[in-house]
C-alpha cells in the first residue's frame, strides 16, 4: 500500500491532511514523493525555524545524540541546564520548565497560575482570564482555556475555572476580573490559530498593568509568536511589558519536540520538588537543538527576520485583491477577496505550501528563507490570489 492509503486505514483521523507526501526537505524548499518542489511557507507550522535538514542544528543534534540519548530528570545534563540560562539570560526570567510540546507548556503555566491562587487567596482563588479567539492547546485543560467554542465540543466537561475577555477591550478584563476570584491573565500577543490577530500596545501595557496592580500572575503564550519569528526573540519584547511567565514550544527545538515554561520573579518560586515533572521534558538531545536555535538568534539575525517580514508583507498589499495583511515579522496572516482554502488549493498546485488561520492564508517561512525565495512565494500568491 502507499504512503497515503496506509495513513488512511491506520492513522486516526483528525487531520485533514493535503495530498502531499513530503520525502525531502533543504531550507525553504520541500520535496515530495514526485519530485515536485515546493516553497515551504509552513514550517511545520513555525516549527522548523531554520528550514529543512538544516546542517548547523543537524550537527548540534547529532553530536549530543553520538553521546547519548535520554536520561530521566533524576540527573543533570549540560544541553538542559545551558538552554535554560540562555533562556532567562535572554529575556531576564529566573526558571524554566521543559516540557515537549506548547500544550504541556500551558498546563505547567496553568499549574503555577493556581498555586499563584491558592497562596494568594486560598482554595477559591484559581479563575483564569483568556481571550476570545485564543489558542492554548488540545490536552483539556488548555482547552478549556481556548476561547474558541468550536474546540469543545464533544468534550465536556472540561476543566473549570476559564473565563473569556474580548481581545482589545479592557472593559471585559475589568469587568471579569470583578466578577470572579481571579489568579491570572493568560494570552497570546498574536492570535496564530484564531486569525493572526495582533493586539494593540495600549491593550497589552493596560492588561499588565491591571495584573501587576491586582496580583494576577500575567502568562503570556509565545508558542506560536516565540523564538525570533516576529523579528524579536519573543514577542512582549515588542509590547515594553515582561510577563510573570511565557510559555514557548514550536520553533524553539527547531523541529523536535519541546516546550518551555518560563517563569520570572513572582512565578519561579511557586513549584516546589514533586510539584510538576515529564520524563522526556529537558531532553539533551532536543535540548542540544533549542540551545543552537536560540545561539543563532543574535539582534543581527532577527533585524534580518523583522527586515525579511516588512519586505513579504509591502510586497503583499501589492497585490490586486489582498485587502489586509495583519502580523508581524514572519508570522502573517493575508486577507484575500477570494477564499483562503481555494488560495490554499490553488498554491499547492504551483509549488507553494502556505496555512490557513480561519479566514485568512497564513504565512509561517522558516525565518532562514531568502529574499528570492519570498519573491518567487509572492508571485505564487499574486497568481492565485488573481486566476
Ligand atoms: C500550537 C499552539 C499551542 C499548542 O502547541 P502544541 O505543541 O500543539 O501542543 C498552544 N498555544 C499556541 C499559541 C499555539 O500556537
Do not use: P
Given at each position: 500500500m502507499d504512503t497515503k492509503n496506509l495513513d488512511s486505514k491506520y492513522v486516526a483521523h483528525t487531520y485533514a491532511r493535503f495530498p502531499v507526501e513530503i520525502v525531502n526537505g533543504n531550507g525553504a524548499v520541500i520535496t515530495d514523493e514526485d519530485g515536485k518542489e515546493y516553497i515551504d511557507m509552513g514550517s511545520g507550522i513555525a516549527v522548523n525555524t531554520f528550514g529543512m535538514a538544516d546542517e548547523q542544528w543537524i550537527n548540534a543534534v547529532t553530536a549530543q545524540l553520538g553521546k547519548f540519548q535520554h536520561t530521566s530528570n533524576l540527573y543533570y545534563t549540560k544541553p538542559c541546564a545551558e538552554l535554560a540560562e540562555l533562556l532567562c539570560e535572554k529575556t531576564g526570567m529566573e526558571k524554566v520548565f521543559f516540557s515537549n510540546s506548547g500544550a504541556e507548556a500551558n498546563e505547567c503555566a496553568i499549574k503555577l497560575a493556581r498555586a499563584h491562587g491558592e497562596k494568594k487567596g486560598?482554595?477559591?482563588?484559581y479563575t483564569i482570564i483568556t481571550l476570545k479567539n485564543s489558542f492554548h492547546g488540545r490536552t483539556l485543560a488548555t482547552l478549556a482555556a481556548t476561547g474558541q467554542d468550536v474546540f469543545h465540543q464533544k468534550f465536556t466537561p472540561l476543566p473549570d475555572g476559564f473565563v473569556f475577555a474580548d481581545a482589545g477591550d479592557m472593559n471585559s478584563i475589568k469587568k471579569l476580573a470583578e466578577e470572579n476570584n481571579c489568579c491570572a491573565i493568560m494570552m497570546e500577543l498574536i492570535q496564530g490559530e484564531g486569525g493572526v490577530n495582533t493586539l494593540s500596545k495600549e491593550f497589552v501595557s493596560e492588561v499588565a498593568e491591571f495584573a501587576k496592580q491586582n496580583d494576577l500572575l500575567l502568562i503570556v503564550d509565545?508558542?506560536?509568536?516565540?523564538?525570533?519569528?516576529?523579528?524579536?526573540?519573543?514577542?512582549?519584547m515588542h509590547y515594553g511589558i515582561k510577563p510573570d511567565v511565557f510559555t514557548t514550544a514550536k520553533g524553539l527545538g527547531g523541529g523536535l519536540p519541546i516546550g518551555a515554561c518560563v517563569m520570572g520573579e513572582k512565578a519561579?518560586?511557586?513549584?516546589?520538588?514533586?510539584?510538576h515533572g515529564s520524563?522526556?521534558?529537558?531532553n539533551p538531545v532536543v535540548c542540544a537543538g533549542a540551545v543552537n536555535i536560540i545561539t543563532r538568534l543574535t539582534d543581527d539575525y532577527l533585524a534580518e527576520v523583522a527586515k525579511k517580514g516588512e519586505y513579504l508583507k509591502a510586497k503583499l498589499l501589492e497585490?490586486?485583491?489582498?485587502?489586509d495583511v495583519s502580523g508581524m515579522g514572519l508570522m502573517l496572516g493575508v486577507l484575500a477577496e477570494k477564499e483562503s482554502k481555494q488560495i490554499i488549493a490553488a498554491a499547492r498546485e504551483k509549488g507553494l505550501l502556505v496555512l490557513s488561520a480561519k479566514n485568512k492564508v497564513r504565512l509561517l517561512p522558516p525565518l532562514s528563507i531568502t529574499f528570492e525565495q519570498i519573491d518567487k512565494a509572492v508571485q505564487i500568491l499574486a497568481e492565485c490570489i488573481n486566476a
Open positions: 486560598g482554595k477559591d482563588c509565545e508558542v506560536q509568536t516565540g523564538n525570533g519569528r516576529t523579528g524579536k526573540l519573543y514577542a512582549f519561579s518560586e511557586l513549584f516546589g520538588n514533586g510539584d520524563t522526556f521534558g529537558g497585490i490586486d485583491g489582498v485587502n
